[in-house]
């Protein structure tokens, strides 16, 4: 692990000495409590029973209302990806049993939302190996590494280690709806697919950490949580921003508050784009979203 330290600046630094939790069930129950601050998923079950008698350590939503497994492991020598692959393959054969838990939580509206197109596992520990690391990039799966160490009473530290994303599962929610994010690109000008295209390279250019999840009706461009997330017209691009509101001077024709409006995908902070000229003008923005975030 890279050797990260934080220092308390005062008179003279004050050095905090990282550790790692001392029970793996503490760390769990910190997530579980701060899931959605954390990580951008809402929580559902924790030690969620398979009808094979396993448990997965936690289980979410996410705010692109995928499923999301968390497994946590203190010892780098615990096989948490193998475990957490195993529990993703038995949540894709049950999707009614998860179905049932969301409605159980949350309610009949946002199971029906439920989108299996991009479901996960995200797998965190105080530290992984360089095989680790490299065995996500062989499998067909949607898996995040998370490294954390704590600091003193009341710090604790998550590095986005490394992800894989694969293309979305077919056969998915609203795989024959007529309004999916695929088709809307396909129908749109050539001159929009490539302003598209262009969007699309410059906020992966901004930084390694960026990764680029297809889902049905849109396209979320996130670190940890969604940053930016991107749905294509007939005529016109819409960006959605993880910004405050209190923050932004709308403009008419060009942003607008979308906080009580329904839409698809996350970000209060809406911009239209049809030109080069207004996709100019949103870059600034775009940038904020990936600084504040």
Not at 72 to 101: A, E
Request: hydrophobic residues 35%.
């Amino acid at each position: 692990m890279a050797d990260i330290k934080l220092f308390e600046i005062g008179n003279e630094a004050k050095e905090y000495k990282g550790e790692n939790v001392a029970l793996e069930k503490d760390l769990q129950n910190i997530i579980e409590k701060n899931m959605n601050t954390f990580f951008g998923v809402t929580f559902l079950a924790s030690e969620y029973k398979t009808t094979d008698g396993g448990r997965m350590d936690s289980i979410g939503i996410d705010e692109n209302s995928c499923p999301v497994i968390f497994e946590y492991k203190r010892s780098i020598k615990d096989n948490v990806i193998n475990q957490g692959l195993f529990y993703l393959n038995w949540l894709l054969d049950h999707k009614d049993s998860f179905k049932v838990l969301v409605i159980n939580k949350l309610g009949l509206d946002k199971a029906n939302d439920i989108d299996w197109s991009m479901p996960r596992v995200v797998c965190i520990a105080g530290d992984f190996t360089r095989y680790d690391e490299s065995a996500i990039k062989q499998m067909d799966k949607n898996i995040s590494l998370i490294r954390y160490k704590k600091f003193g009473d009341n710090l604790l530290m998550f590095e986005h280690v490394n992800e894989n994303v694969t293309t979305p599962i077919s056969g998915s929610k609203n795989a024959n709806s007529d309004y999916t994010f695929k088709k809307n690109l396909q129908n749109t000008s050539e001159s929009l697919r490539t302003l598209y295209e262009t969007i699309r390279n410059y906020i992966l250019s901004l930084g390694d950490d960026i990764t680029e999840n297809q889902l049905k009706k849109y396209t979320a461009f996130k670190k940890i949580k969604n940053l930016v997330c991107i749905e294509v017209q007939r005529s016109k691009i819409i960006l959605r921003l993880s910004l405050d509101v209190n923050t932004m001077q709308f403009e008419d024709g060009f942003s607008r508050n979308t906080t009580d409006v329904g839409h698809f995908g996350t970000g209060d902070v809406e911009l239209t784009i049809t030109n080069k000229d207004t996709w100019n003008k949103a870059k600034p923005f775009v940038n904020r979203a990936y600084n504040e975030n």
